[in-house]
T-cell receptor
Framework: GAVVSQHPSWVICKSGTSVKIECRSLDFQATTMFWYRQFPKQSLMLMATSNEGSKATYEQGVEKDKFLINHASLTLSTLTVTSAHPEDSSFYIC????????????FGPGTRLTVT | QKEVEQDPGPLSVPEGAIVSLNCTYSNSAFQYFMWYRQYSRKGPELLMYTYSSGNKEDGRFTAQVDKSSKYISLFIRDSQPSDSATYLCAMTPGYSSASKIIFGSGTRLSIRP
């Protein structure tokens, strides 16, 4: 089956620093990757959609200068949280898709970010 | 009003019981309806999907969609402790995997041995 990995699985950083999260599709080429954010006991909220080689499309209310997304290849997308604040602490999940029906979106295991 | 409403639970049932999980939605454009299972600190995994109205069965799991009522359900028969997880309903109007998926808030399910 399709496998998506994320690295790191958890990270702690200090306020004001930046942290990068990687999302990789291991056995397929992902034309589209999605980044979600999930707070405890809440749903997944889509942050942005990225297509390989083009700029990401951000959802309303998501600061594109704060959450930098790069989809440099068909197997790798990165999310960089810049000038992190404690309120950015959350569970970040990516998913990858390769143009098939909408239910064929494969999720990574998530990255837990804690900003101190 | 949220586009997708789901009772967060928690829901606790004894092993072997039939579990019923439900969601309501407001956007009549939704065409694909999915159920995901999410274990603690893990990403969601797709359990079942249904296109438009109707029922779909896969082993112990049955998904139902009633578009006229904007109501979807997931039934789990002969529930097992390993079914303990958070179940997320999700839906999308789109036809490709680049379509935005809207998730419910998830129902935490616990199966007691």
């Amino acid at each position: 089956g399709a496998v998506v990995s994320q690295h790191p699985s958890w990270v702690i950083c200090k306020s004001g620093t930046s942290v990068k999260i990687e999302c990789r599709s291991l056995d397929f080429q992902a034309t589209t990757m999605f980044w979600y954010r999930q707070f405890p006991k809440q749903s997944l909220m889509l942050m942005a959609t990225s297509n390989e080689g083009s700029k990401a499309t951000y959802e309303q209310g998501v600061e594109k200068d704060k959450f930098l997304i790069n989809h440099a290849s068909l197997t790798l997308s990165t999310l960089t949280v810049t000038s992190a604040h404690p309120e950015d602490s959350s569970f970040y999940i990516c998913s990858a898709a390769h143009g098939r029906p909408p239910y064929e979106q494969y999720f990574g295991p998530g990255t837990r970010l804690t900003v101190t | 009003q949220k586009e997708v409403e789901q009772d967060p639970g928690p829901l606790s049932v004894p092993e072997g019981a039939i579990v019923s999980l439900n969601c309501t939605y407001s956007n009549s454009a939704f065409q694909y309806f999915m159920w995901y299972r999410q274990y603690s600190r893990k990403g969601p995994e797709l359990l079942m999907y249904t296109y438009s109205s109707g029922n779909k069965e896969d082993g112990r799991f049955t998904a139902q969609v009633d578009k006229s009522s904007k109501y979807i359900s997931l039934f789990i028969r002969d529930s097992q402790p390993s079914d303990s997880a958070t179940y997320l309903c999700a839906m999308t109007p789109g036809y490709s995997s680049a379509s935005k998926i809207i998730f419910g808030s998830g129902t935490r399910l616990s199966i007691r041995p």
